[in-house]
């Protein structure tokens, strides 16, 4: 991956949704609620997908996939 952006650093460190996260966390676990791991996979590709295309920033998409990839559990 390439060096990250400060800035978009910057704007990932930032609670930008207060009290509502849990409210999105809810819908994300309704929403794989029932579904077969290819399922609930793709709908998390898809979400991914659209939530990039709305913010519109590619060093911020860029740096949250980074951040996401150092924080997850190695998978070797």
Not at 43 to 67: F, M, S
Request: charged share 20%.
């Amino acid at each position: 991956m390439t060096d990250i952006d400060p800035l978009a650093e910057d704007r990932l460190a930032q609670d930008h949704l207060g009290g509502q996260g849990d409210d999105i966390y809810a819908a994300l676990l309704a929403a794989h609620e029932g579904l077969a791991f290819e399922a609930s996979a793709a709908l998390n590709a898809r979400l991914v997908l659209l939530l990039a295309n709305a913010v519109g920033d590619v060093p911020l998409v860029l740096a949250a996939i980074e951040r996401a990839r150092t924080a997850a559990p190695d998978q070797g």
